[in-house]
């Protein structure tokens, strides 16, 4: 087991090292459209791609998740392994809108030896995932 201090040094270090070996301006939280947001998520259990709807207005949640589900089609040709999900519980008990893609490997963040696998997972996936929204963005914002 690692204390907090050594968990949250390898945190850093997992998310600098990313940075380094991958430098790229990533879209991430700068959708333009408020609580729209693309993460990387890795922690102790998994890593995934993912698409966060977090707005405060649970009515506009819903009508970009439906307009999202709208092409999920399209969204599969390119992600085959994504997953919707309109009752995502993050960690901390909070529910939210996702659709992710998985790392589908063993992973850790923890484990140095299985960071480059999900350095690679992450900018084989979040490119097609932004090529998406880019692609379909103004009928995704068209709310």
């Given at each position: 087991?690692?204390?907090?201090?050594?968990?949250?040094?390898?945190?850093?270090?997992?998310?600098?090292?990313?940075?380094?070996?991958?430098p790229?301006?990533?879209?991430?939280?700068?959708?333009?459209?408020?609580?729209?947001?693309?993460?990387?998520?890795?922690?102790?259990?998994?890593?995934m791609?993912?698409?966060?709807?977090?707005?405060?207005?649970?009515?506009?949640?819903?009508?970009?998740?439906?307009?999202?589900?709208?092409?999920?089609?399209?969204l599969?040709?390119?992600?085959?392994e994504?997953?919707f999900?309109?009752?995502?519980?993050?960690?901390?008990?909070?529910?939210?809108?996702?659709?992710?893609?998985?790392?589908?490997?063993?992973?850790?963040?923890?484990?140095?030896?299985?960071?480059?696998?999900?350095?690679?997972?992450?900018?084989?996936?979040?490119?097609?995932?932004?090529?998406f929204?880019?692609e379909?963005?103004?009928?995704?914002?068209?709310?």
């Amino acid at each position: 087991m690692f204390s907090k201090d050594e968990a949250a040094k390898l945190r850093k270090e997992f998310w600098t090292s990313f940075g380094k070996s991958f430098p790229r301006k990533w879209l991430l939280y700068n959708t333009k459209v408020k609580g729209l947001a693309f993460k990387f998520v890795a922690d102790r259990k998994r890593a995934m791609v993912c698409l966060d709807l977090e707005n405060p207005d649970e009515l506009t949640n819903m009508l970009y998740y439906d307009q999202l589900l709208s092409l999920k089609t399209l969204l599969e040709a390119a992600l085959p392994e994504v997953i919707f999900n309109d009752c995502y519980e993050l960690d901390n008990g909070k529910i939210i809108r996702r659709i992710y893609v998985p790392f589908e490997r063993k992973f850790s963040i923890h484990n140095k030896n299985t960071w480059r696998d999900c350095y690679e997972f992450f900018v084989a996936n979040m490119p097609k995932f932004e090529l998406f929204f880019y692609e379909y963005e103004a009928i995704i914002k068209n709310i």
